[in-house]
């Protein structure tokens, strides 16, 4: 077998690898540089990384977080990170009908707070969406964002290391920093998911290839069994570089615009307890996420005029910041119950055999990702079209809210409802499914609380106030995975619906469409992909807040690049169209600079 030495010797090369990768911390901040970008998440390390490729741009990336830790790779951890220094540990303000059963009636929307930002803390999932979703974007007035034109930047980050999907060189590429991988564990149950999709009339897919629909063990942003966060793939190349300065634990307070020019010139610094000024001679580019980017644009004067006005901030150009604000969501309770012990459980994890596994050859269970291994993109309105456009996904988790004692605390559950309902089966084995909303329509908002920069935004997730769409569409995913439960494939394992009523809910008939809408209003959980609420559109759209080339209207020397401008949310978890994001804009950059690109 491995010996401890064995994994301790592979715990202190990974640890060192980590240590020694990340660019440092710069001691002297020069007082102007080409670009500053703000934000070094998924999009701000991509796009440090492309333009410092120009030996004649300097870049300051200032991050609020600190450096990336060894535990953060190790897959099976991802929920745990969300319990450290690196969550901004955000929460929805309470709402008429979603999230009605978690602790106090606010959803918890973690964010990344870290060198690499969410793409330290998210499920690694890699999907890009449908070739509607960007062809849709560019009808709307965005030319440029068509499926055949961001292909190619989807392409350009990518390293596909799964053999068979890399022959498919018109939609893969193996040339790109990001990983691209299967992970090397995981349970039979994802195999059932598969098999029962099959038995049901579905298909297997590359659901990154030509066509989206069907079913699919998921592509992960993994290297060697561990998390490839956009920090890894794209800051550590750069280490070197002398055009290059990352400022870690630095909080942009504000960006700072001459009026009279209409020209963002710089940002307002506090790091170390000292505030101070950096100028920017080209750009300040905005990639704080789509909760602070949308946050710091209205506390530097750019939002709408009223809300400003209310916050004691001087409205310098009226655009609707913060408004369009886009999630996936899921019912999260849905739970059978099985009468065999293969689901993923924290004890059977988390034992010493498995954690020396996994730092003297990075497998075992370790290195799979929080659970979720497989997946299904079904369009409810056109069932049986391989290339439909899916409103639905269907996330399929080898494990439930009870395989870990953290499921609890990370989802913000109420605790007497989950003593109601969970508490019976806490060590029974499970599998649940997320039955999650693709393409919703209700629409959600981030204001100011009040003007001070340290203050958390105000969430309004507004789940569900659509008038009856979102509903229906996550209606009909239940329906779809009690279908699967009841195949062979899954009563292999003896596969039987948790059914312990919610009490909240209990007043309808156990399993009837009023139960589990009332159920999904009440368990609500989020899938963490908050977008668009700094919307990419042409002038004409009274929506938009950035231009196609992703300049703020009515300003010059602003970008924002990040999940923030998408004007709809992809049928995708929105890490790759992040980074397609930055890849696009990388290159606008420099065209708008006057570099071939
Ligand atoms: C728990 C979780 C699970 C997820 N799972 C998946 C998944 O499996 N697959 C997937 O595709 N997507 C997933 N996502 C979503 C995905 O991670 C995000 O869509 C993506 O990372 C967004 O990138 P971004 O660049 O817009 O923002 P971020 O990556 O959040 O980067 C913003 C950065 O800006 C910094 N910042 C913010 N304000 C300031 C300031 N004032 N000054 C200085 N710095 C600041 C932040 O600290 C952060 O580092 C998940 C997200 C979470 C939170």
Known sequence: ???????????????????????????????????????????????????????????????????????????????????TEANWNYQTEPQEAGCTGMRAGRCAWPRGKVVGGSSVLHSMMHTRGNRKDYDLWADNGNPGWDYDNVLKYFKKSENMQIPELAKDTKYHSTKGPMNIQEPKWRTSLSRAFLE????TGGKIIDYNGEKQIGYSYIQFTMNNGSRVSSSRAFLHPIKNRINFHLSKN?????????????????????KGGETFIVKAKREVILSAGAI??????????????????NKNIKPLINLPVGY??????????????????????????????????????HTGPLT??????????????DLHNSDGYPDLELLFVAGSIVSQPAYKYAFAIDDDLYDAVYKPITDMHTWMVFPMILRPKSRGRITLKNNDPFEKPLIHANYFTDGGHDEKIILYGIRKIIELSKTKSFQKYGSTLHDTPIPKCAHYKFDSDLYWICAMKTITNTIYHHCCTVKMGPSSDPEAVVDPRLKVYGITGLRVVDASIMPNIPAAHTNAPTMMIAEKAADMIKEDWGISV
């Open 1 to 83: 077998g491995d010996s401890v030495l064995e994994a301790v010797a592979g715990f202190l090369k990974d640890a060192s690898e980590l240590h020694n990768g990340e660019p440092e911390d710069t001691e002297h901040i020069y007082p102007e540089y080409d670009f500053i970008i703000i934000g070094a998440g998924t999009a701000g390390c991509v796009l440090s990384n492309r333009l410092t490729e120009v030996e004649k741009f300097n870049v300051l990336l200032i991050e609020a977080g600190d450096a990336e830790q060894i535990f953060m790779d190790i897959p099976v951890l991802a929920t745990m990170l969300q319990f």
């Open 250 to 270: 630095t909080m942009v307070t504000k960006i700072l615009i001459d009026q009279r020019k209409k020209r963002a010139y710089g940002v307002l610094l506090y």
């Open 324 to 361: 369009n604000l886009q999630d996936h969501w899921a019912l999260g309770g849905l739970t059978f119950l099985i009468n065999t012990t293969d689901s993923l459980r924290f004890e059977s994890i988390a034992k010493s055999d498995n954690v020396i596994q996994y730092f003297s050859h």
């Open 368 to 381: 799979a990702p929080t659970g979720t291994e497989a997946l299904a993109f079904i369009d409810t309105k």
């Open 292 to 309: 602070n980017s949308p946050q710091l644009l209205m506390l530097s004067g750019i939002g709408p005029t009223e809300h400003l006005r």
């Open 196 to 199: 029962a999709g099959l038995e």
